[in-house]
């Protein structure tokens, strides 16, 4: 009861002349509920109304990861740094998407970009690292900086692997 309760609330209300920020909040709900689908069909309508919309591409991506889905999540957070090419989330994400699409160098390519953004990015390290591991590149620089930078699960591998 419960859930079909939630499923009504995340359906799009027809005819209410909903904004963009309507269907995005609604979609943000179904995401966080995990109604993955529900959220990106919001999100999309959302994309609708103003296809400029940087954080709905972003949000979206994140409910296609979810489903595992990474080449639209991929897509979408392309969307979102074309929009704003500054957005050091969208290529936050869009390298997990690639690292979890084994894409490995297109990876590391998103993480060096967060890191020039924002050179205290300590999960950007982390995942670079991780991914010039699985590319057979030399990673210890990355857990490193990130274990410097205070990440835990970083100092544990530096000190096991690179020491």
Not at 42 to 54: E, G, Q, S, V
Not at 83 to 91: E, G, K, S, V, W
């Amino acid at each position: 009861m419960k859930k079909l309760l939630f499923i009504l609330l995340c359906l799009p209300m027809i005819g209410l002349g909903q904004t963009a920020e309507d269907y995005y909040k609604t979609a943000n709900d179904c995401s966080d509920n995990g109604e993955y689908q529900l959220g990106i069909n919001n999100y999309t309508k959302a994309l609708r109304i103003n296809p400029d919309y940087a954080i709905a591409y972003l949000f979206r991506g994140n409910a296609y990861h979810a489903l595992g889905n990474y080449e639209d999540a991929i897509s979408d957070y392309t969307m979102s740094i074309r929009i704003d090419p500054n957005y050091a989330d969208a290529y936050y994400k869009r390298g997990i998407s690639n690292y979890s699409n084994e894409k490995y160098k297109d990876a590391i390519a998103d993480y060096t970009k967060v890191i020039g953004i924002n050179p205290e990015g300590i999960n950007a390290y982390w995942g670079r690292g991780l991914a010039k591991e699985k590319a057979g590149m030399p990673f210890c620089y990355d857990y490193k900086k990130a274990c410097d930078l205070g990440l835990e699960n970083s100092c544990e591998r530096y000190y096991k692997q690179c020491r």
